[in-house]
């Protein structure tokens, strides 16, 4: 019995105390005992410094420029005409397709003459006719008045009455019979359709063979001369600006900049957007056409900012980080953050340094910026108005 109960309370005793020991040894170890401690004293610690051999020391500037804002807008044509039939028929050779480049007086379309003669001949028999009947009256009317002249009793006022409206009738019917045949031969003419003005062809809404009917568009055409950029531009900005003025305009099919001239300005604000539609006058530009998306370059304002050389900006990971040299020659490690490009070798800070400061920059390190893009302009062509900074 001695034996047994010794055993239960060894079972019981010692897991409690081995957890014990476990659980000192943990506390000890956590805390450094087994560790060998430093001893107490002055330790020195190295400073780097700046090293004129390897480094030069670069100011931080504040460059003050412009802030720029794009509007986006889309080309049009200021000269767009439609041409049409004024009469009914049937189209017989259309001579342009879209992308041809018409003058005054090139043919464009020919209709089918046919049914017009025809009515032109009928037209001019009905003339010829009444012209003759316009003779026999004449000299009916001139025999009745000799008549009249000789024996003055021959014939009663109503006789000679009658002659007279005869005549008049006769004369009338040729006038009417002349303005018919005008009006067929102008209609002949119409048969032959001719541009009007120098343009190019856009759309071909019709084929050879067609029926066509007045006022029904059969070919589109604009002067490419012509073209300007239709953007709307927010309030604030449009006011600004002044018949005549000069503004940048930036096509992004083209990948090209171009000098622009306002040429219009709608007098009514969007109240939605907030914005006044402007027009831009462009110069005949190769490869320019007409729907393109263009985007203008406004002065908004002016803005400081700091800027240092893009060769003192050390990065690891994501984190960037300068050297800035003391008075002393001592070398202070600086978090920094950077903004957008600018002029060769330098770049936007936004924080970490302060003006008047200088920092180290490694020797022999090529230190020109990367080709700086166009921003993108917005995604809605109508009424977007983005931001972008000017090179510094």
Known sequence: MKITGAL?????VVPFLLGIVVLVGVILWLSGFFNETVPPGRTEISVARFDPAAETVEPVDIIRK??????????????RTTISSRIMSTIEKIHVRAGSEVSPGDVLIELDRAAVERQLNQAQASLTSAEAALKQAQDDYDRAVRLRQQNPGALSEQQFNEFKTRLDQAQA?????????????VNLSYCTIAATRKGKIVDRLAEEGDTVSPGVPLLTLYDPSTLRLEVPIIENLATRLAIGDRVRVYIDA?????????DEKVPQADSASRTVLVKIALPETPGLVEGMFGRVKLEAAVRDHLCIPIAAVRRVGQLEFVDVVREDGTKERRLVQTGRLG???????????????????PKGVASEAPEIVPASGASNPQSSVGAAEPEL
Do not use: M
Request: aromatic share 2%; no cysteine; charged share 35%.
């Open 8 to 12: 239960v309370f060894v079972k019981k």
């Open 66 to 79: 412009p802030v720029v804002e794009e509007a986006v807008g889309t080309i049009r044509a200021a000269e």
């Open 173 to 185: 019917n040729v006038e009417k019979a002349r303005q018919a045949v005008a009006e067929i031969e």
């Open 254 to 262: 083209l990948d090209r900049e171009i000098e622009g001239t306002v």
């Open 343 to 361: 002029r060769p070798g330098h770049t936007e800070v936004l924080s970490g340094v302060r003006s008047g400061e200088k920092v180290a920059v």
